[in-house]
Nanobody, 115 residues
Framework: QVQLVESGGGLVQPEGSLRLSCAAS????????MGWYRQAPGKERELVAR???????NYADFVKGRFAISRDNAKNVVYLQMNRLKVEDTAVYYC?????????WGKGTLVTVSS
């Protein structure tokens, strides 16, 4: 069974950077599409970025040009590099692994953008 553990969240000032990591364990991970989602207080969870096993990526419009998702299949780690952070990026960020019918979530890591 796939398990996901996020790390790298914290407090950062506006225009700062953070890199989130998602350590995955389990079998067949290279076949999974990996994604980062976020949920701000009082809002629904939303897609931030995802990457297929082959390395194809897509991003939410609100992070294009600022965030970058990548994966290291040898280490079973997925990264989210977040640059030029905004106050509105404050949220709990969740890692997701998806390969139908499996849909696995981590517990999340909190990112707070504040001066």
């Amino acid at each position: 069974q796939v398990q996901l553990v996020e790390s790298g969240g914290g407090l950062v000032q506006p225009e700062g950077s953070l890199r989130l990591s998602c350590a995955a364990s389990g079998s067949g991970l290279t076949m999974y599409t990996m994604g980062w989602y976020r949920q701000a207080p009082g809002k629904e969870r939303e897609l931030v970025a995802r990457i297929t096993g082959g390395g194809s990526t897509n991003y939410a419009d609100f992070v294009k040009g600022r965030f970058a998702i990548s994966r290291d299949n040898a280490k079973n780690v997925v990264y989210l590099q977040m640059n030029r952070l905004k106050v509105e990026d404050t949220a709990v960020y969740y890692c997701n692994a998806r390969l139908s019918p499996f849909d696995v979530w981590g517990k999340g890591t909190l990112v707070t953008v504040s001066s």
